[in-house]
């Protein structure tokens, strides 16, 4: 699996109205699939807190800085890179998504967390992405 193109892998999964819920309110459950569809081929997963801040400098020679949290999502590590339900996941794609001006200045902070989500309330949920995802992970792997 030294070759799993990761993103293609995600894209390519029919997660159907799942995939843009998972941009919105249910990151950690889909992170938390794909953690599990990937432990269970070997491979070592890491989930991660993405926090997204808008940085204005200001005041005279810029001597001020404000700082606004823009918003904070789950996202899984895998060999160096980030990823969430879209597929790759930086500050440039990030940016990009969120159709941000070049001249505002933004940080993409990421911060080591666990697998976790709201069990009770999402557990069908997760079921139906893990399945979908492991599928899609079984065609990649017989591509190979």
Do not use: W
């Not at 249910?26 to 997204?52: H, I, K, M, N, Q």
């Not at 794609?93 to 069990?119: A, C, T």
């Amino acid at each position: 699996m030294k070759t799993m193109d990761f993103h293609s892998l995600i894209k390519n999964a029919a997660l159907g109205s799942s995939r843009k819920d998972a941009q919105i309110d249910t990151c950690t459950v889909f992170s938390a699939a794909l953690y599990d569809v990937l432990r269970g081929a070997g491979l070592r997963p890491e989930v991660y807190d993405a926090t997204l801040h808008q940085v204005t400098t200001y005041g005279k020679g810029e001597s001020r800085t404000n700082i606004q949290t823009l918003f904070v999502h789950s996202v899984l590590k895998i060999r160096g890179k980030y990823y969430d339900s879209l597929g790759l996941f930086n500050e440039e794609i990030v940016r990009g998504r969120m159709k941000l001006h070049k001249n505002i200045q933004s940080r993409l902070d990421f911060k080591k967390s666990v697998r976790d989500y709201d069990e009770k309330d999402y557990s069908e949920l997760h079921a139906f992405l893990r399945k979908a995802l492991q599928k899609r992970l079984s065609i990649e792997l017989a591509a190979k």
